[in-house]
């Protein structure tokens, strides 16, 4: 019997929050809208969702070509829903189980070397509550994040089909 090798996908979306914990929950509903579209059904995209990011995470970026962390935010931090490029942080706490999205890129450099491009979209909460439901305000967020990080992954396919193109030779061809 032979091993299958499995392929890992270049692009990964990975989503924190907690789904009993109303607008925590934007995260893993952006993915779960993702999934419902088949935006991951060509095999290069990754949903992965989990309640926080853990040093373990570090793991999950490798052999990536991108990464889009996405998460919910308190009122203020970000204007409805917002997309910005993140870099590894070395104020990496060392002895925490829960870490920011910098920090799993810090990991990830520590253990490989280098991390993937990454990109943080976050989107605005306000009731964060244990067993409530996802707000009004940010039910329209989640609508403004799905369009963002559907324009992100159209954006890498592109990326990655204008690498993969041979280039065009010119001149005469060789008999």
């Given at each position: 019997?032979?091993a299958r090798?499995?392929?890992?996908?270049?692009?990964?979306?990975?989503?924190v929050g907690?789904?009993?914990?109303?607008?925590?929950?934007l995260g893993?509903?952006?993915?779960?809208?993702?999934?419902?579209?088949?935006?991951?059904?060509?095999?290069?995209?990754?949903?992965?969702?989990?309640?926080?990011?853990?040093?373990?995470?570090?793991?999950?970026?490798?052999?990536?070509?991108?990464?889009?962390?996405?998460?919910?935010?308190?009122?203020?931090?970000?204007?409805?829903?917002?997309?910005?490029?993140?870099?590894?942080?070395?104020?990496?706490?060392?002895?925490?189980?829960?870490?920011?999205?910098?920090?799993?890129?810090?990991?990830?450099?520590?253990?490989?070397?280098?991390?993937?491009?990454?990109?943080?979209?976050?989107?605005?909460?306000?009731?964060?509550?244990?067993?409530?439901?996802?707000?009004?305000?940010?039910?329209?967020?989640?609508?403004?994040?799905?369009?963002?990080?559907?324009?992100?992954?159209?954006?890498?396919?592109?990326?990655?089909?204008?690498?993969?193109?041979?280039?065009?030779?010119?001149?005469?061809?060789?008999?």
């Open positions: 019997m032979t090798m499995v392929k890992t996908p270049p692009l990964l979306l990975l989503a907690n789904p009993s914990r109303g607008d925590d929950a893993p509903c952006l993915l779960e809208r993702l999934a419902a579209l088949h935006l991951n059904d060509a095999g290069d995209v990754e949903l992965l969702t989990d309640f926080q990011l853990q040093v373990e995470h570090a793991l999950d970026l490798q052999g990536r070509q991108a990464v889009l962390f996405v998460d919910a935010a308190r009122p203020g931090v970000v204007d409805g829903a917002c997309l910005a490029s993140i870099q590894a942080d070395a104020r990496t706490p060392r002895n925490s189980h829960a870490l920011s999205a910098p920090a799993v890129l810090q990991v990830a450099e520590q253990l490989n070397g280098q991390a993937p491009p990454a990109w943080q979209l976050a989107m605005e909460g306000t009731d964060f509550e244990l067993g409530a439901a996802l707000s009004p305000a940010a039910a329209l967020h989640l609508a403004r994040g799905v369009s963002l990080a559907m324009d992100w992954i159209a954006t890498h396919r592109r990326c990655r089909a204008e690498t993969n193109a041979q280039p065009h030779r010119q001149g005469k061809p060789n008999h």
